[in-house]
């Protein structure tokens, strides 16, 4: 019986029968944790206890409020970061596939920018941008680049020639083919691409918050650790994570979405709808049939 024809009990059953031993695992590890710090078996300094840092958490988000604001700027760092850089990775990726001379001069110089640690760019970044946002998105950029144009040209450039062929044959133009067939060929590693872009970029904005900053969630945990407040920096680097998943999960959702014939269960619903679209178009063309006979 497929997922869709179950009962919505059995479904929940089965989810909560799936995380269990992953809540049960948690919840040992986390109760050891306490059990050890408070027993003295490790210093509460370098490593606080999981009760501690809940607090450290309750007073960020609810009592105090003092995450917000670096959140969504570290958020916000990391987005516009990875949308710049991976719309000229794109973009070379496409006059890449498109000009084997194009593709010649380009390489080395994504190679280049690939191998160079982000963190040594980091003065040079803020010495060109200053010390406000613009560095850290020119950071994000630069280190989300390359995993998409490589993922993206990948994509591109093999091909299934037999397909292609089959394309030409049937009279598509070399723009139709590309659109057509090519683009969503590549779609698959493009998505994979751009999720590791998407992580990396927020890499990028909190290694350039911890340089020199004065708004986001590196530099709040920077403050937390300089007054050896571990609690609160973990519960900070908490905060990291939280964006981490989010950026990661927006996009999954858009991968599953756009990218659905890979997963049965989207491709199964999607040509549901197209019969669905089907029948409505036969229903309206048998209608107006037969309002015309009656006429």
């Known amino acids: 019986m497929s997922d869709q024809k179950r009962p919505t009990s059995f479904r929940i059953f089965d989810f909560l029968f799936r995380i269990l031993p992953h809540l049960i695992l ?20 370098i490593i606080p206890r999981p009760s501690a ?19 969504f700027i570290t958020l916000t760092e990391a987005v516009v970061g990875f949308l710049i850089g991976a719309g000229i990775a794109v973009s ?3 006059c890449s596939s498109l000009s084997e001379t194009f593709k ?3 390489i080395p110089y994504a190679i280049v920018l690939n191998v160079t640690p982000g963190i040594a760019l980091t003065p040079v970044i803020i010495a060109w941008f200053g010390y406000g946002m613009g560095s850290k998105i020119a950071l994000a950029a630069i ?4 995993p998409i144009f490589v993922n993206t040209l990948t994509g591109l450039v093999q091909v299934d020639e037999d ?7 049937l009279g598509a133009s070399n723009y139709q083919v590309f659109r057509k067939f090519r683009v969503p060929a590549a779609l698959p590693l493009m998505f994979a691409g751009l999720k590791i872009g998407m992580t990396t970029a927020l890499i990028g904005a909190v290694v350039a918050e911890f340089a020199q900053a004065t708004d986001g969630v590196g530099v709040l945990m920077s403050r937390f650790s300089f007054q050896l407040n571990m609690a609160a920096s973990l519960a900070t ?6 964006i981490g998943l989010i950026l990661f999960y927006t996009m999954e959702f858009l991968d599953d979405r756009i990218v659905f014939w890979r997963r049965e269960s989207r491709r199964a619903a999607a040509s549901r709808a197209r019969a669905r679209a089907w029948e409505n178009q036969l229903g309206d063309m048998t209608r107006q049939t037969r309002f015309s006979g009656r006429k």
Do not use: D, K, P
Not at 143 to 146: C, D, H, L, Q, T
């Open 26 to 45: 948690f919840a040992v590890i986390i109760g050891l944790w306490e059990i050890a710090v408070v027993s003295g078996l490790i210093t509460s300094i």
């Open 53 to 71: 840092i809940g607090v450290a958490i309750v007073e960020l988000y609810i009592t105090e409020g003092t995450i917000y604001r670096h959140f």
């Open 92 to 94: 070379l990726a496409v």
């Open 104 to 106: 010649r001069y380009v």
């Open 143 to 146: 280190i989300s680049f390359f």
């Open 163 to 169: 397909r292609e062929e089959l394309f030409q044959s």
């Open 237 to 242: 680097l908490l905060s990291m994570t939280a």
